[in-house]
């Protein structure tokens, strides 16, 4: 396991910008909270539900049926679409992080998602003539597939506009709108449907879904990923995990978003939980302050006592047991 550590994904002096934009986001949102609507739990439709934390001014709950974490009540679809379309901390990313990370993100996390994805098209006899992937962001995951020559086709849905120019101006086809909003012929249909950190944001997950499924072929490869509410960090740290915030409104496990899935007529391949910063991403947190594991010995000698030595097979297990809060769906269009 290649180790990947925080700070080259997310560099130190630049953070401190990042969290001015990202509470200013949350201002904005919170500006329209008396249209903020409940919902059911997003996976299973149950309301049977117990408070699990607030923060940032958002409630979040986990349904007692199949253990979803999810926001309740939360913005609307329209709230959200305005929402993202002026994101101050999505520019900023835009400017400022993403360029100065974009060869570690490159070399770390989108070289071997590239490999994942060809991988798993070899490995099921999936076509490679046609790839769409839903939120593409700075564009780095769809400039790589594109230099791969390998499919014949890449083009990126992103509805923001800052991310979606940057794309452009790196020769990628991208459509400037959200994937429900889209319609494509029989003809246009792809091959291979991919989103990488998308379905936790969105207001119906399964409306996402389906979606989906309508711009796939039939047999067509399906891939999510997004965090797991089970994962060791979110478990750990609860709602001083860093992936607890005001974006995101469902944190799914990798049963409650299989069985959704399935539910929308695709058959489940793989499910797979292959982060590798879960270990780091609590470790920072003790050494910072923010969490007290005075009376977690176990954590005490793992993550700081003999933390050179247990880094890398610590979190190797982690992920090997499905208990990385970075999840990952397999599926195909049946």
Same mark, same amino acid.
């Not at 049963?255 to 489940?268: A, P, Q, T």
């Given at each position: ?70 926001? $309740? ?92 120019? $940057?794309?452009? &101006?790196?020769?990628? &086809? ?7 909003? /889209? ?41 999510? $990923? ?18 607890? %915030? ?14 959704? /899935? ?7 391949? &793989? ?6 910063? %879960? ?6 947190? /003790? ?48």
């Amino acid at each position: 396991m290649q180790q990947l550590k925080e700070t080259e994904i997310r560099p130190k002096n630049l953070m401190d910008g990042q969290r001015i934009a990202m509470l200013t986001d949350v201002g904005r949102l919170l500006g329209r909270r008396k249209e903020f609507v409940d919902v059911v739990c997003p996976a299973c439709n149950s309301n049977q539900r117990q408070k699990a934390f607030e923060k940032y001014g958002m409630e979040y709950y986990q349904c007692k049926k199949c253990d979803t974490i999810y926001i $309740t009540p939360r913005p609307t679809e329209e709230v959200l679409n305005w929402f993202y379309k002026y994101s101050v901390n999505y520019a900023y990313w835009n400017k400022h992080i993403f360029p100065a990370s974009e060869e570690k993100r490159r070399e770390r996390i989108f070289v071997p998602r590239v490999d994942a994805i060809l991988k798993y098209c070899e490995k099921y006899s999936v076509k490679t003539d046609s790839l769409l992937e839903v939120g593409a962001a700075f564009g780095t995951f769809c400039s790589e597939m594109k230099s791969r020559n390998i499919f014949k086709k890449v083009i990126g849905v992103e509805p923001t506009p800052d991310l979606a120019q $940057t794309c452009r &101006e790196k020769g990628i &086809e991208i459509i400037e709108k959200t994937i429900e909003q /889209i319609e494509f012929l029989d003809e246009e249909k792809f091959d291979v449907v991919v989103n990488f950190e998308v379905i936790e944001h969105l207001f119906s997950p399964k409306d996402f879904i389906v979606q989906c499924k309508k711009v796939l072929k039939k047999g067509g490869l399906f891939v999510v $990923t997004c965090p797991n509410g089970k994962g060791f960090d979110i478990t750990v740290l609860g709602q001083e995990s860093i992936a607890i %915030d005001h974006e995101h409104l469902n944190y799914f496990n990798p049963k409650s978003l299989s069985d959704l /899935i399935s539910s929308c007529g695709f058959e489940v391949l &793989e499910t797979e939980t292959p982060g590798r910063l %879960d270990a780091e991403l609590v470790r920072n947190k /003790i050494l910072s302050g923010e969490f007290d594991i005075t009376s977690q010995p176990f954590l005490k000698q793992v993550l700081i006592e003999n933390w050179d030595t247990l880094q890398i097979p610590f979190q190797k297990f982690i992920a090997e047991n499905g208990l990385s809060s970075n999840m990952w769906i397999i599926a195909k269009s049946v």
